[in-house]
Antibody
Framework: EVQLQESGPGLVKPSQSLSLTCSVT????????WGWIRKFPGNKMEWMGY???????SYNPSLKSRISITRDTSKNQFFLQLNSVTTEDTATYYC???????????WGQGVMVTVSS | DIQMTQTPSSMPASLGERVTISCRAS??????LNWYQQKPDGTIKPLIY???NLQSGVPSRFSGSGSGTDYSLTISSLEPEDFAMYYC?????????FGGGTKLELK
């Protein structure tokens, strides 16, 4: 069974970087596309970006200058880095797989990140 | 970006009731529309892909329809586990975007 698990600090100071890890079991990240999505307080959801099976990336233009998604295929993990965070980046962050049928078909349980001094 | 407008934002309903949630895109999205369910504990489950196709394991009381800019999710007879948040998501053009969510609440 495909499983995803996010991990990382729950509190980040303004202007610092947010770094999260998504650990995948049951499926290789060298197949499919792997994304980060966040849900803000108030329920808005935003696709942040993805890393592909080949390691190519695509980012939401709203984040393009601040975001980086990388991976470690030996550990079957991919990572999110978001720079220069503000309180507006407070959200629950999810990692997810983009399935062949064209949807996010497996999700992690989410990790809440608060940006506060 | 394509804007997705979901209505209603909240919906009180009763067990056994038939409910429909609507999702309107700011431009045509050629049926590239998915639905997701988020439970109170935060877990997100895919329900429907490409407008009307049920994900594996999703009960048949869930159905999706639509075309062009207007799409809907229908639950034919509400069960206790269906009271949750529901989101639509388009993937016709990048970036993929989500609706604002509909909270289905027990009346």
């Amino acid at each position: 069974e495909v499983q995803l698990q996010e991990s990382g600090p729950g509190l980040v100071k303004p202007s610092q970087s947010l770094s999260l890890t998504c650990s995948v079991t049951g499926y290789s990240i060298t197949s499919n596309y792997w994304g980060w999505i966040r849900k803000f307080p108030g329920n808005k959801m935003e696709w942040m970006g993805y890393i592909s099976y080949s390691g190519s990336t695509s980012y939401n233009p709203s984040l393009k200058s601040r975001i980086s998604i990388t991976r470690d295929t030996s550990k079957n993990q991919f990572f999110l880095q978001l720079n220069s965070v503000t309180t507006e980046d407070t959200a629950t962050y999810y990692c997810a797989r983009w399935g062949e049928e064209g949807s996010f078909d497996y999700w992690g349980q989410g990790v809440m990140v608060t940006v506060s001094s | 970006d394509i804007q997705m407008t979901q209505t209603p934002s909240s919906m009180p309903a009763s067990l056994g009731e038939r409910v429909t949630i609507s999702c309107r895109a700011s431009q045509g999205i050629s049926n590239y529309l998915n639905w997701y369910q988020q439970k109170p504990d935060g877990t997100i489950k895919p329900l429907i892909y490409y407008t009307s196709n049920l994900q594996s394991g999703v009960p048949s009381r869930f159905s999706g329809s639509g075309s062009g800019t207007d799409y809907s999710l229908t639950i034919s007879s509400l069960e206790p586990e269906d009271f949750a948040m529901y989101y639509c998501q388009q993937y016709d053009s990048s970036p993929p975007t989500f609706g604002g969510g509909t909270k289905l609440e027990l009346k």
